[in-house]
């Protein structure tokens, strides 16, 4: 999948491919990837092309990604949208639910069939060691659940499918 982000230096793309127990990152214009691996103290161990590792925290604030690493704080967020002229397939629209990031799906908290209100949660989910609770985007009925607890997903993967209900 591709991902980007914007910090003080500008914007960069990267490429992200799941591997077991951590992640594969190129960024856009490099050909070897950097491995991204969770440690057991809450770190995440790096290792660079050139083979030199790291150790680097993630802190989610608001809309940003603060990674500590080497006595530097980087300031990562997302691109705006708009200024950046193109659109951002982290939220699909109408009432269907979608991954926000690529994660592990934690906890599935409705079932087929199930009547939900606009706001509720229906889903946890988890990424880079933080947790994140999804609402449903609209009141409706759940028509299917698109995937499982442990279920590893992609930015933009469909996680629950509503029916919206119709307006009165």
Known sequence: MQLKFRDDNGEHALAVRHQEGGWLVTPEGETTPTSVFAAADGAWLVTLPDGSRRRAWVVAQRDERLVFCDGRVHRLRRPDPVHAGEAVADVAEGPNLHARMPGKVVRLLVSAGQQVDAGQPLVIMESMKMETEL??????????????????????????????SPIA
């Open 135 to 164: 609402s449903a985007p609209c009141a409706g009925i759940v028509e299917r659940l698109a995937v499982g607890e442990g279920q590893v997903v992609a930015q933009g993967d469909l996680l629950i499918a509503v029916e919206a």
